[in-house]
């Protein structure tokens, strides 16, 4: 049987959907991020799926059994908290062994298991500081081993990154990624931050309005976003109304050539800034005038306007002193690289 | 956030005022106060300077004694029954949503509006048995005849809790409003029902709240002196009422300037002991 499934689940509050018929299913050991702008509900998901809100319909199945009816104190799962919720009367060590005591474990088994955790965080011998002694990175890490301490069956973590740096931040992705992989637990992690859900996760469900818009491994909903919601979310996309045209797509600012859009009128295509490739010449079957240049280090972003259609394309550093602002370029947009939604309104 | 100390006098100038205003109209009365202690008392007339211990002797009787201890131990029951029914009452308040919390509150304070005298006649009528809430448990069949409750020591009890509660809940409303609430949903994820949750999680981190809490109910307890004489018999009677008693009614100002800043003594070093007792539980943890 497989880890979670979620059968259409519904959360009400008031009048407003929060969760509006979800389902979806974990596999055991996988880690899933739940990725959306803020208010899509996925904070409530997982919530829901702790026991700290009640669905106002549908079923929480943890390896066949149904998790409903089950309080939140019961379902023996690890949350980690966006405040962390790191308890600031008890000190480092007493904050880990907090679920172990809850459940009448002897101090000495206590003592051994928070000197494992902290090894397994890579603190150890912090177990008498005070919370308030720690840097933010070290109370995250604090967190998590206090979510881990009864080797719960699902790891929860609610926007558990948020508060750190950006450096921070990429070095405990890769860590929790790791910590995941080496335990083998189902993970589901709440984010916005499209990067980090990317990095961490083996399946990746991205939310909007209370609604799943697309689920599957990471790369493949960067490659082929099912909806323009995912394509504009997940990193940046150029997404253009298209009509069907002789030899490809039409479009104000020229043509993609080969590129069948069945819809007719009001068909939208996403083709990713880095598939774009900017040429110095005038003639092409898409012409534009560079706009802006923004030098990222790594590459160039070169803002472009093409008969009225904003676009954005990348370019390697070296090439792009042939773009000034106000020359006319001619794009090369591969119809391999398009994704069509046809009728769909952005 | 860290600030450099006072370096230069006139750093210090912007609480020149607020250390005129609580010198002129605090410590100099209190000194006025311990000075008129040691005076003595001029029988049909009023006290002159002096220096006598008499007045300090005078309360070394067992009489004395026993309304100190019993005045403290009124102090410390009410203080105890205002965080029983406050630190429930003001979590769950905390949890309402804002509109409701406004009007709870605005109905707390309500009471303070009210004067102590109101609120001792208004409960004396209450618990009398001609016209009080007995006659309603008669009506209702919970009791055979209606009865009187007043004066008696529950009844000096209940409206001191009355009288306190509103200031109870409106010292321990800031802090748990603050109180991040997913400390209570950890708690309850790491396997603590919500009760156990409330009590091993929210109560320990609300700790200096509810000391400090506790020692204001305390010491306002212990200054009521209208509520025993209106609601109590005279063996309920607090230190609070005998120095109104010596100073109004025996014209013995010396008196009962002794027994004040004794009763000032008393509490101080009451609090002094809680706060000495947490802080060395708290530095221990």
């Known amino acids: 049987m497989s880890g979670l499934q979620l059968v259409d689940i519904h959360k009400r509050f008031g009048s407003v959907a929060a969760v509006d018929n979800i389902s979806l299913s974990v596999d055991e050991g996988t880690f899933v991020c739940l990725l959306g702008p803020s208010g899509c509900g996925k904070t409530t998901l997982l919530r829901m799926i702790a026991g700290l809100e009640d669905p106002t319909s549908g079923n929480i199945l943890l390896q066949g059994r149904r998790l409903n009816d089950t309080p939140a104190h019961l379902r023996n799962l690890g949350m980690v908290f966006q405040s962390l919720a790191l308890f600031p009367h008890l000190s480092v060590g007493e904050n880990i062994a907090y679920p172990l005591r809850i459940r009448g474990k002897s101090k000495a088994a206590c003592g051994e298991r928070v000197r494992e955790l902290l090894d397994m965080v890579q603190l150890p011998g912090v177990a008498d500081r005070t919370i308030t002694q720690l840097s933010g990175g070290q109370r995250q890490r604090i967190a998590i081993a206090r979510a881990l301490a009864v080797s719960p069956q699902l790891f929860l973590l609610d926007e558990p990154l948020s508060a750190l740096d950006a450096k921070l931040r990429e070095a405990m992705q890769v860590e929790l990624r790791q910590l995941q992989q080496r335990l083998g637990i189902t993970t589901i992690v709440v984010t916005h931050d499209q990067r980090e859900a990317m990095t961490m996760s083996d399946q990746i469900v991205v939310m909007s309005n209370g609604k799943v818009e697309q689920m599957g491994a990471p790369i493949e909903a960067y490659r082929r976003p099912a909806t323009p919601f995912v394509a504009d979310f997940l990193g940046q996309a150029n997404l253009i109304k298209v009509a069907a045209g002789e030899g490809g797509a039409r479009f104000s600012g020229g043509t993609i050539p080969g590129l069948d859009v069945a819809g007719g009128e009001g068909a939208l295509v996403s083709i990713r800034p880095e598939d774009i490739a900017v040429l110095p010449s005038e003639t092409g079957p898409v012409k534009a005038s560079v706009v802006f240049v923004r030098e990222m280090g790594a590459i160039v972003e070169i803002y472009l306007d093409a008969g009225g259609e904003r676009i954005v394309a990348h370019a390697a550093p070296k090439t792009h002193g042939d773009f000034k602002v106000g020359s006319t370029v001619s794009l090369s947009m591969p119809a391999e690289a398009c994704v069509v939604f046809d009728g769909a309104g952005a | ?285």
Not at chain 2, 36 to 50: C, I
Not at chain 2, 242 to 262: C, H, K, R
């Open chain 2, 1 to 285: 956030m860290r600030r450099s100390p006072p370096q230069k006098l006139t750093d210090y100038l912007p609480i020149a005022f607020p250390a005129a205003m609580l010198g002129l109209f605090f410590v100099v009365p209190f000194a006025i106060m311990v000075a008129v202690s040691v005076f003595k008392r001029v029988p049909g007339g009023f006290y002159e300077p002096a220096f006598t211990l008499a007045n300090y002797a005078r309360f070394l009787s067992p009489f004395f004694g026993e309304v100190l201890v019993f005045s403290l131990f009124l102090a410390a029951f009410v203080s105890a029954i205002c965080l029983l029914i406050g630190v429930p009452f003001t979590y769950l308040l905390t949890r309402l949503r804002r509109g409701n919390q406004v009007v709870w509150l605005i109905a707390l304070l309500g009471v303070l509006s009210l004067s102590e005298v109101i609120i001792g006649f208004s409960w004396s009528t209450l618990l009398s048995r001609t016209a009080g809430l007995s006659n309603l448990f008669v009506w209702l069949g919970l009791m055979d005849r209606p009865q009187s409750w007043t004066p008696s020591f529950g009844a000096v009890l209940t409206g001191l809790v009355y009288q306190a509660f509103p200031y109870t809940v409106l010292v321990l409303y800031p802090a748990f409003s603050r109180l991040d609430p997913s400390l209570m949903e950890a708690a309850r994820t790491l396997g603590s029902s919500p009760i156990r949750a409330f009590l091993n999680v929210v109560l320990p981190a609300m700790r200096t709240t509810l000391l400090a809490t506790s020692i204001i109910v305390f010491i306002f307890a212990l200054g009521a002196y209208l509520l025993p004489q209106i609601l109590g018999r005279p063996q309920h009677w607090t230190l609070s009422v005998l120095v109104t008693d010596q100073a109004i009614y025996q014209s013995n100002m010396p008196f009962a300037a002794a027994m004040a800043v004794f009763l000032v003594m008393a509490s101080l070093a009451l609090v002094g002991l809680s706060v000495a007792i947490s802080g060395r539980k708290g530095a221990g943890q």
